[in-house]
């Protein structure tokens, strides 16, 4: 969030206060001030011209040779810009003259033709990251004058950030509240006032709310009568200075006001709001909107919406629609101050993708109460820009009026809590400098909280955050805890370390491996780089990128063993992986990398490993970490065998994958041998892991019930949904196993055959033959509803 300096004191009085005294000010009070810029930081030399005659250069098709007169002189400028003309106004950089960009413009000559300077762009001054030409400046701008001084570049950018629970501070009049509690000094509130016309807004146009908890408050007003134009240089400029682009006078005004006070407001072109009809409503799903960015978006029916009599004309709190927008053709207004539910807004703006000046407002929450006053604020504005006349009266929905929340505030509490003493006429000051309408009654001061801070001041524990933070953290004098020589224990770490010795305990050999990875290897698996983060100063073409899966690295390392005949390959990793996030840092995500390949010893004999077995190592990774996985068959990971994959779920939550590399992968490779991978979220499991609670249950009394149960089902019934059957319908079941899944001879073609043996055991008694047969009963009827049957 951007505000100036100058800004500021037209809402209180801080002429004795530069612009980093004010800057520290705020930063103290908890409004963490990130920069300080001075507005005309850089710009030397630059004087305001008007251009007297534009010949063609010679040489040139694309150039322009400009007579532009400076007041002293007339100066020879050559420039490329196409919107210049003979009387324009603009700001020249002269020769010696220095830019915000850093740039130095010196005479030269322009394919053969002397430039004496340099015509500016908004973009060459430092206002706007970029322009389509030369900054025209007003006719009747003075020249030869500072461009400093013309556009008011004598000012200071104050740029902050806020807490989500101070929206209240995201404006000038926000800003001016917390100066006026720390220095007790008035706020001074902005012009309001305005013409009305002889014509009255409920004859003008009509208003619906049919959604009272998506939108509490809304407040129309129709202006009749305008001629929009460009805004004057002063608002531009201001608009610029806090990084917003000037469109047209009646939005920059709305943009103006949503600044300065806080509350989003938006314009209709009355005339193209069908029926003149405004109607608040969700939208119905599947209905399309082109919204001001140029954007078709499609809305579903949790969207809030402003709608004619036939469509939505705004996405209520987001942005406004394309078809219904202000132009320079625009000459009747309706304009909308509302307050929209912050949830409502949140969805939908995620939803869409879409965060704009107003959903970031409204999704902290706006002042409910600020709605009128922040509209009659445009409207004077407006009618100061454009003329016009506001319609008598306007078109209200308000049923519920905010009621203040009514808190005890006791000084000796406080006290108590904050370690110093603030004495109680000190509180009783700051409280009421920030808005907050007190009371003093016997020991304690009743508090009304005012509509601006409902959002985030509901107990007494918020007033007495209120009071340290005006009062002076500095003023708090610093204890230190009491320290014990028991370190506490990191449980990330050491559950890695142990986690490590159970997979060596599984056969396998840890591998280590740098995070960094290559194009070449990354193609092996048809995997896109460009979903990697890119290293600036890469060692070689062989570490360009930071890896996101270990597996490729495990891969190569089992190709390098095999092609020196060491084809039985056990690995596994534990290592961080970087995902792009679009900010300055990746993500970084623990993970678990295990790869096996070759042979295993069984019995007498060896045999080779199947996807069996990796799965095997996986579910003892659950088992050891008191985890339930699911195991779903997918083909969704194309590196990897189509019939032999599978995902790897907890409560239905992807944590990772495993299965048999893709032939075409090992093709890839120029290997034979069968590689099997699997790959999982060793944070997820840690923390799911962490949140598992060890019950310890008597050893039983009485002895156990054994039944078999051998099953035909179709081949791609997982034996997992099987078990969760069994399971859930199997009262005093121990014990579930899985001794046996057949198919051949005697198993009829497309179904296998799956056998297991149930443990059943009561705590308080002997169960008997019928009671264990009853329940088993009961298992293979649900069983049935799946397809399962006995095998006779």
Avoid at 105 to 114: A, P, Q, T
Avoid at 304 to 318: F, H, T, Y
Wanted: net charge negative; with cysteine; proline share 4%.
């Amino acid at each position: 969030m951007k505000v100036t300096y100058n800004w500021i004191k037209e809402f209180i009085d801080i002429d004795d206060l530069s612009a980093n005294e004010v800057a520290e000010i705020l930063t103290d009070v908890g409004i963490e001030v990130d920069s300080v810029r001075y507005a005309g930081e850089n710009i030397e030399k630059v004087v305001t011209g008007k251009i007297i005659e534009i010949s063609k250069h010679p040489n040139a098709d694309k150039l322009r040779i400009c007579q532009v007169d400076i007041g002293e002189t007339v100066l020879q400028i050559v420039t490329g810009a196409d919107n210049v003309f003979e009387g324009a106004v603009v700001p020249v950089a002269l020769h010696g003259s220095k830019l915000p960009t850093g740039v130095r413009i010196k005479r030269s000559k322009l394919r053969g033709v002397v430039s004496n300077g340099m015509l500016c762009s908004e973009e060459e001054l430092g206002l706007t990251e970029s322009s389509s030409g030369i900054m025209i400046l007003p006719d009747d701008t003075p020249i030869g004058k500072d461009v400093k001084e013309v556009l008011n570049l004598d000012d200071w950018i104050i740029e902050y950030e806020i807490t989500t629970n101070r929206p209240d501070a995201l404006s000038v009049l926000g800003i001016a509240r917390e100066l006026k509690a720390v220095l007790g000094r008035q706020l001074k509130l902005p012009d309001t006032s305005f013409d009305l016309g002889d014509f009255k807004a409920e004859d003008e146009a009509s208003l619906s709310v049919l959604d009272p908890a998506g939108c509490p408050r809304y407040e129309g007003f129709v202006v009749k009568g305008i001629e929009n134009r460009e805004s004057p240089l002063w608002m531009k400029v201001r608009l610029y200075l806090v990084g917003l682009r000037p469109i047209n006078a009646v939005v920059d005004v709305t943009n103006y006001v949503m600044y300065e006070l806080g509350q989003p407001l938006h314009a209709f072109d009355l005339e193209k709001i069908s029926e003149r009809e405004v109607v608040v409503r969700r939208a119905r799903e599947g209905e399309k909107i082109k919204t001001l960015d140029g954007v078709e978006r499609e809305l579903t029916k949790d969207d809030l919406v402003i709608a004619d009599s036939e469509k939505p004309i705004a996405v209520a709190g987001v942005m406004g629609g394309e078809e219904s927008g202000t132009d320079f053709t625009t000459r009747e207004l309706f304009l909308e101050s509302a307050h929209f539910d912050p949830m409502s807004i949140r969805r939908t703006s995620k939803r869409l993708g879409l965060s704009t000046d107003a959903s970031y407002r409204f999704e902290r929450g706006a002042d409910i109460e600020a709605c009128k006053f922040a509209a009659e604020r445009a409207l004077h504005l407006i009618q100061r820009l454009t003329g016009g006349k506001v319609a008598q009266g306007n078109l209200s929905f308000y049923p519920k009026p905010y009621t203040p929340k009514v808190i005890a505030f006791n000084p000796e509490r406080a006290t108590k809590l904050l370690g110093v003493q603030v004495p109680a006429r000190k509180s009783f000051e700051i409280l009421s400098g920030l808005g907050f309408q007190v009371r003093k009654e016997q020991d304690y001061i009743v508090v009304k909280v005012p509509s601006w801070r409902r959002y985030d001041v509901s107990r007494e524990i918020d007033l007495i955050e209120e009071v340290v933070r005006i009062y002076g953290m500095k003023n708090v004098v610093s204890t230190y805890p009491l320290m014990h020589s028991e370190i506490e224990r990191n449980f990330d770490y050491f559950k890695v370390s142990e986690l490590k010795d159970f997979l060596s305990s599984l056969g396998l050999n840890e591998a280590i491996n740098y995070s960094f990875i290559g194009e070449s290897l990354y193609s092996k698996f048809g995997l896109p780089v460009e979903n990697l983060v890119k290293i600036s100063n890469p060692l070689s073409e062989e570490w360009v990128y930071m890896r996101n899966f270990i597996f490729p690295s495990l891969v190569k390392n089992a190709v390098t063993n095999i092609n020196r005949n060491e084809r039985d390959v056990f690995l596994f990793e534990v290592s961080k992986v970087f995902n792009p996030t679009g900010k300055e840092l990746p993500e970084e995500v623990l993970k678990l990398g295990v790869l096996i390949s070759g042979e295993v010893p069984e019995l007498w004999k060896r045999r080779r490993v199947d996807f069996y077995d990796i799965k095997g190592i996986v579910e003892s990774l659950g088992e050891y970490l008191k985890l339930r996985l699911e195991f779903k068959r997918t083909e969704k990971f194309h590196f990897l065998h189509p019939g032999q994959s599978a995902e790897v779920l907890v409560d239905g939550k992807h944590v990772g994958f495993l299965g048999k590399l893709h032939p075409d992968v090992n093709e890839a490779f120029d290997v034979n041998e069968e590689i099997f991978v699997a790959e999982v979220n060793l944070e997820e499991f840690l923390k799911l892991s962490k949140e598992t609670r060890t019950t310890f249950k008597p050893i039983p009394k009485f002895p156990p019930v054994k039944r078999d149960l051998s099953l035909i089902v179709d081949r791609d019934v997982p034996v997992s949904e099987i078990e969760q059957v069994i399971e859930e319908s199997g009262k005093y079941l121990e014990r579930l196993e899985l001794f046996d899944v057949y198919e051949g001879k005697g198993i009829p073609e497309g179904k296998k055959s799956v056998a297991f043996s149930l443990t059943f055991r009561a705590l308080d008694r002997t169960l008997s033959d019928e009671e264990v047969n009853r329940i088993v009963d009961g298992i293979i009827k649900e069983l049935s509803k799946i397809g399962a049957t006995l095998r006779g």
